[in-house]
Each structure stands twice: as structure tokens, then as C-alpha cells.
């Protein structure tokens, strides 16, 4: 046998080596992910091989891991039977070879705080070398499944290696980590699971836990013997074909990911072949979950590559518009170490999400067209996130636009319209898509905006959800019909033209109460009002009621100009017109004032808003019922 070598690591592996040994480190639990990924790794290149080379594996065909902790030791084991290392490939896999994963956390950790490097140690992931993280001293016993010899790798981090010519009885590796002081808990049967089931749950290869049991049928706890217990499922759902997978298996396995108590409403896999290659499976769930509105928004999916975890929550892959979309995406065109913050910048990762929104939307639009109560169900629950998808996303706003549904003057409340539906039903002479936002349905449906358009049988959209009013300006129109909020403007298409001979007999009482009461802009007869008498709107581009309402709501109430409003009047109201004699008769009675502030009030209450003083209200009121009670 050969003597030992002893070899340096190259310079910027010392580098990483003494920042990995000397760096507190969070959650140094992951040496043991990426240690058992490269196991699974040499498992695959074992199998890969074994296709045109049978004769690797006979003998010992069943590939798996297998980890083993030595309490009297202190030592864990994690070897595999997979292709194994020649002498060469360990000095250059392990020892020269700086890979790109290394370099590039390298920089960052150059460029980083001191305070900020630990945490940079945990968004890179740095392979085998996490290995001191949390041993002293690491040796790999490997031996290739084509050779006759083995070899024997150690090091403890200290700059150097040593190589030696070993014996080993089987192919494959075993890296045995004699574990620092402050590491014995990964001794611990119940750790090793924890960890492995957290990252490696669903590695097709049995990763094996060697661990004491009593004997069976023995007398005391004193008979043991050693057996292998396999800790993961293997289970990767994503990678089987969706026709064998049974709605039971889908139920635990999205339980599993989501920590939803019920099973999913919907099943969307996906797998994309060609440049890319990546499976996913998504969910929609039945409910929100009771904390879906607390917070910072939280959504995206569970990235894994090549089946082991890497990160949650991966936002860059869904949308937060799709962020109910509950699931998990397997690449292999990603690296194990990849970082959050590499994940924003990747091609890899934009094109992935592109892939999986188009998924996702056909998905939907298939719901919608082939089951409405089903797609309505889902809408109610998760139907408001959705339209921040039209207000943020341009490129995905006309599709989006298409998977909403509606109340409106023509459906019930248990029923829905779409806007593509709208517009097939549009009545003869209309040209826009008419919208009334405000805070729910009921008010909604006795507005006095509806009243003119009613009366035409133009059909209103009546809006509920916060976001409506922000998606809808973002929209502007669909199949080339504007929107038009109906509490804006001058809404021509409401009823005629008010004559000119009537605007010159309610002139002088108009004026009067433009300068009677504060803050509004102007006082016009008006073409939208039937049974009502007054209403208060804004002008086009204005900021409506509604939407002050929901500034204010958040707490950001400055931040949207406040509009001046226009008091509208109904010239054939009753109301109107016995002002309008009051006012020609004596301009000066104290009455003309008190029912305009009376009907101005009756406006503000209409358009869903607060009185700011309504105290003067009651005053008038009571003024009023005072002299009607005497006369
Ligand atoms: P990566 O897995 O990203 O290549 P690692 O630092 O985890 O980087 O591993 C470095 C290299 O060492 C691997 O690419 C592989 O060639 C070799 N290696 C590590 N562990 C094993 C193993 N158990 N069996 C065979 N080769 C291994
Ligand atoms: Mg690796």
C-alpha cells in the first residue's frame, strides 16, 4: 500500500474552510441535506452507468444510504453504494476544484458585513465542505464501482488533506464526521429524522437509519440488534404520472406542504420537457387559510431540485397574485445551493414561473367554462387576489380580466356575470361596461346612480372588494368597451340632455347653493337621477368616494387627493321643484338653505360616506318637523 499523501486545498477552499469552521452558523443542520444529496447524486450516476455497464452493480443492487451515529465515538456515518471515487476525482472533487456555487459565495461573503456573513453561509450552501460546520475532522472512504482499490480522504479544515490507498468491501462512499463538541445532537436518532424528513422526504433512494432495537422475543432491553430503518417516504408525487396518482394520495401529500386540514379543491401537475426541464404540482386549496390576510403578503411554492428541498415560500416562481397556489417544483436546471437572491435573478427561475402561470390560468379558464360552481366557489375565496393580478401584471391583465365574475342590477346575489358575459348581453345602444364600487351589495342596489341606466336597461356592475376599483382603472376597457364608473363624470348615457329652458328656470337656486354649501365644485341638474332627488359626483379621473373610503381604511388617507364634489339635482323631483318655487319666491328664505344642506346631506349618506357634522342635521331636521308640526 501507497503512502499517504498529504495535500493543500487551494486557496480560496482555505478561505471558504476557515469562514465555514469559524462563523456561527443558524442552521447548520443542512450539512446533512447536502451530504446525503451528493450520496443520491452518486446513486444516479451509478444507475446512468449501470445502463450500458450491468456488471457495476452486480452483487449489491439495491441502491441506498444509509447513516449511522457512534455515541462512544461521536461519530456519523453517511455512506452509499453509489459510482464511488477514483483517487483522482477525490483530490480534484474535493480538494482543487473550485466550483462556481464556491467562487460566487465567496465574493458575496467578501462584499458583506461581518455581521451579515453567517447568514450568507445559510443562502449558499456550500456542498460538502458544510461538512465542518460540524465535525473537526471528516474522512471519506471511497471507492469506485469500476476499481479493485479503494482510498481514504481526511482532513479537519486546517488548510490541508491527506490521500491514501485504502481497502474498502464494497463500491460506493462513506464520509464518516467526527463531530465537534457542540454538535453531538446530530448523534440523535430523533434529529437525524427530523432533518432527513425535512429535506430529503422525498429522494427517491431509501435513506436508511442504522439503529438499536430490542431483539424480538428477547427477555430484557439488554438483547439488541442492529436493523436499518428507512426514514423517508421517496414519495415524489410530481414525478409520477397524474393518472396513477389517487385523490387520496394528492389529499396527504398537499396536506403535507400546506398544513391545510382539508384537501385540496383542485389538482393542477405540469410537467415542461425541451430546453427546460421541471415538474411541478399545484394546488388550490377550499379555504383561505385564517391567516391569509395578516401580514406581508406569503405565497409561492416549494422549490426542490432534483427532489430535495431547498427553499419555501419561493415567491419568484408564483406571483402573488397566484399566491393561494399552494405546491412544489422540482428543476434540474438549478443549483442545490441556489439563494433567494439568486432566484431573482435567474432566467432559469423567470422562465419556470412564466411556464407555471400559463399553467395556472388554463387551468382556471377550463374551470370557468366547464364548471362555473366550482370555479365561483373558488372565486369567493380566493377571487379578490386574483384581480390584484390586473392591476399589477400588464402582461397577463386581458386573461386575468376574463376569469373575474361579478354581481351586478341583473343578477342576484347568488348569481354571477363575467365581463366577456356583459358584453355578449349588452343592450341595444350601449357602448360601455358600467361599474358602481362601493361597500356592499345592498347599498349597493338602491344607489341613485343606477336610476338612469336602470331605466335604459343598462345592465351595472356593482363592485365590492377593495381591489375592484384598483383593478378596474387599471383595465380601462375589455373587447374595446370602456369601463365607466357610474359616480364619475356627467354620464351622458344615463337620459337626455337637461333642456336649456329648465336650466335657465333652476339657474339662480343652483348657484346659491354652489356658495351656500362648502366644498363643493359645482350644483347641476342632472341626467342620471329618477326617483331620487340629489347625488353627489365626481369628475372623470377623480378618486371616487369609494376609493377615499379605502385609503383612509389603511391608514393612507393623504395620500390620494380628496375630489370636490358636485352636488347633482333631479329637476322633476318634487323636492326640487318646491325649492325651486321657494327660491324665485324669496331668495333670501332661511328654508332654501336649510332643505339644500337637507338634500346635500341625503347626497353624502348615498354615495356611502360620513356626515362630518351630524348634529347639524338633526338641528335642521328637528327645525323642520317643528314648523310642519305647527302649521
Ligand atoms: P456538488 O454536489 O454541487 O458538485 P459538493 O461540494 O457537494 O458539490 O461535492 C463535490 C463533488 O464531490 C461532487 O460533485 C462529486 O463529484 C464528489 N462527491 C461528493 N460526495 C460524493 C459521494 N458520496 N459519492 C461520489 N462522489 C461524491
Ligand atoms: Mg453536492
Redesign the pocket.
Known sequence: MSEAKTLEFRTELKQLLDIIIHSLYSEREVFLR??I???A??LD?LRFEAIARPDLVRGDPDYQIVLRSDQEARTLT?S?N????TEE?VIE??GT?A?S?TRAFLEALREADAADRPALIGQFG????SAFMVADEVT?L?RHAAAETAVRWTSSGDGQFQVQEATKEGR??E?TLHLKEDATEFLEEWRLRQIVKKYSDFLEHPVLLEVERKKEGAEDDSETETVRERVNSGKALWLRNPDEITEEEHEEFYKSISHDFQGPARTIPYSAEGTLEYRAMMYLPQKKPFDFYWGEPKGGLQLYVQRVFVLDQCEDLMPLWLRFVKGVVDSSDL???ISREMLQDSRVVRQIRKGLVNRVLKELEEMIEKDRDAYQRFFEEFGAVLKEGVAQDAEHRERIARLLTFRSTRTDDDETVTLGEYVERMADGQEKIYYLAGENLAALRSSPYLEGLQEKGFEVLLLTDTVDEFAFQSLREFEGKPLQAIDHGDLEDAGEEVEKEKQEQFEGLLTFLRTAIDGLKEVRLSRRLRESAACLVVDEGAASANMERLFAAMGRAGEIPTADRILELNADHPAVQAMQKLYDTDPKDQRVEDYGRLLYDQAVLAEGSKLKDPADLARRINRLIEKTAEA
Open positions: 447536502e451530504l444529496s451528493n450520496a447524486d452518486a450516476k453517511i452509499d453509489g459510482i464511488g471515487m476525482g472533487d474535493l476544484i466550483r456555487g456550500v456542498g460538502f465542505y471519506v471511497t460506493g462512499t464520509i443549483p442545490l445551493n
